[in-house]
T-cell receptor, first 115, second 115 residues
Framework: DAKTTQPTSMDCAEGRAANLPCNHS???????VYWYRQIHSQGPQYIIH???NNETNEMASLIITEDRKSSTLILPHATLRDTAVYYC????????????????FGKGTKLSVKP | EAGVAQSPRYKIIEKRQSVAFWCNPI?????LYWYQQILGQGPKLLIQ??????VDDSQLPKDRFSAERLKGVDSTLKIQPAKLEDSAVYLC??????WGIGELFFGEGSRLTVL
């Protein structure tokens, strides 16, 4: 089962920042927080990941609380093309050859960006 | 760089018939995954390959599903006989690293409808 809790849906105005929350209160020390998104009729797409420090790339920023029990994905200037389902996933890494490197998806947050 | 290729994109069959899906991962990617995504849900892992060996097939319904990755490159997922509940999108993904750290790259999926 997925180890994260996300709101089912959110709306955001085009050009504004979209802040997508995620709770992962049972996260372990060796688990990273990953975010993927899935645009309609496409496969999931990697966005960003982090362990405990805030991370930023060309797509988004990831803010992880100090206790690591929750995080927020920020799309700084949402566009209509950002309309998608966003998945927050905790993932064990450095598990040599093991299956725990897999992504376990929940139902995600359906983000609708409106003009 | 070419992405993950999957075929066919769409398939309609009747229950009890068989179907096969093909996946060609990104060149050089050691790990290959097959996911099943039922409408309205997040993707669920069916099987993970490390080169041509199976790492995790614990959620593969082995009485009807089979998968292989001969020569550690492309892969085939077969369903025989199909049931109504197998209607879903079958996603193939690959990742470069062996240790479950790197991002997964997904194909566009193969949509199966079982009548």
């Amino acid at each position: 089962d997925a180890k994260t809790t996300q709101p089912t849906s959110m709306d955001c105005a085009e050009g504004r920042a979209a802040n997508l929350p995620c709770n992962h209160s049972t996260i372990s020390g060796n688990e990273y927080v990953y975010w993927y998104r899935q645009i309609h009729s496409q496969g999931p797409q990697y966005i960003i990941h982090g362990l405990k420090n805030n991370e930023t790339n060309e797509m988004a920023s990831l803010i992880i609380t100090e206790d690591r029990k929750s995080s927020t994905l920020i799309l700084p200037h949402a566009t209509l093309r950002d309309t998608a389902v966003y998945y927050c996933i905790v993932r064990v890494v450095m598990n040599y050859g093991g299956s725990q490197g897999n992504l376990i998806f929940g139902k995600g947050t359906k983000l609708s960006v409106k003009p | 760089e070419a992405g993950v290729a999957q075929s066919p994109r769409y398939k309609i069959i009747e229950k009890r018939q068989s179907v096969a899906f093909w996946c060609n991962p990104i060149s050089g990617h050691a790990t290959l995954y097959w996911y099943q995504q039922i409408l309205g849900q997040g993707p669920k892992l069916l099987i993970q390959f490390q080169n041509n060996g199976v790492v995790d097939d614990s959620q593969l319904p082995k009485d009807r599903f089979s998968a292989e990755r001969l020569k550690g490159v492309d892969s085939t997922l077969k369903i025989q006989p199909a049931k109504l509940e197998d209607s879903a999108v079958y996603l193939c993904a690959s990742s470069l690293d062996r240790w479950g750290i790197g991002e997964l790259f997904f194909g566009e999926g193969s949509r199966l409808t079982v009548l």
